[in-house]
């Protein structure tokens, strides 16, 4: 994790807004329950608001914080959050206010000791910080799986940033130095058209800078060899994604 920003996702904000899959209802319900108040969560990286948005059907208050400030200008409003643009590792926050801190899908992009420093220093003495991240997707027929894992590893796979590989492990060989919390088993699909599932595709930052260095999208090149498999334009497939998460109080830290 470097020392400076890098904005990976300033050319693909809108898309990544509009074709983001959704988060299980019961992981935001478990937040909360976990949580030693609702008071005041920070949802930290938040990129288009997508975490925050369900935070906020829990939580009083959300602050939402992502050093990109094309993902903040995407964000949808809601009245009970407070978007910011602000790095991880330096929130903005007072000391011991936050209940919860999230983190989804962008804990490989951070300083991780300064973030855990500035972690333990808004979270109450018994706040909790929970991170996740989902990996490689898979579509229900096989021929088109075949297809979308061949995009994802072999065109735009040079176009990953190093970082990628903590996202294929569920974030198990970074450092999360605090005793953790057992999490439940949680599951993340969705039902999609064709057009659905290539806006997601053109949402990857990897997408992106391919986009910038052939001038080409290929994308489209995927959907003409995908059209003719997935049938009626209209149909909708199951998309599911590996979801690990990890949660750990701040007063229950390790140094491990």
């Not at 935070?55 to 094309?70: E, P, Q």
């Not at 602000?86 to 926050?93: M, N, Q, R």
């Not at 990857?204 to 090149?221: K, N």
Request: net charge negative; glycine share 6%.
């Amino acid at each position: 994790m470097g020392q400076t920003f890098n904005d990976h996702f300033a050319a693909v904000a809108t898309s990544y807004a509009d074709f983001r899959p959704t988060y299980p209802a019961a992981l935001f319900t478990w937040l909360a329950q976990i949580a030693p108040n609702r008071n005041l969560a920070w949802d930290c990286a938040t990129g288009n608001g997508q975490a925050a948005r369900d935070l906020a059907v829990h939580f009083n208050r959300v602050v939402a914080t992502d050093a990109s400030t094309a993902q903040i200008d995407a964000a949808l409003a809601h009245s009970r959050i407070e978007y910011r643009v602000a790095a991880a590792e330096a929130s903005g926050l007072a000391d011991a206010t936050v209940d919860l801190i999230t983190v989804a899908q962008a804990l490989h992009w951070f300083h991780l000791n300064r973030f855990y420093a500035e972690a333990r220093r808004v979270l109450k003495p018994t706040g909790v910080l929970v991170v996740w991240t989902y990996g490689v997707f898979s579509v229900e027929d096989a021929r088109i799986n075949d297809c979308t894992n061949a995009f994802y590893q072999d065109t735009v796979g040079p176009f990953w940033p190093p970082e990628r590989i903590h996202v294929e492990s569920g974030y198990r060989t970074l450092a999360f130095p605090f005793s953790e919390i057992q999490t439940p088993q949680f599951s993340m699909e969705t039902a999609w058209t064709l057009a659905e599932l290539l806006g997601y595709l053109r949402s990857w930052s990897a997408t992106g800078r391919y986009i910038a260095a052939h001038a080409i999208d290929p994308v489209d090149t995927l959907a003409k060899e995908l059209a003719p498999m997935w049938g009626d334009a209209q149909r909708t497939r199951r998309v599911s994604w590996p979801l690990s998460v990890r949660a750990g109080r701040v007063g229950e830290s390790h140094s491990g």
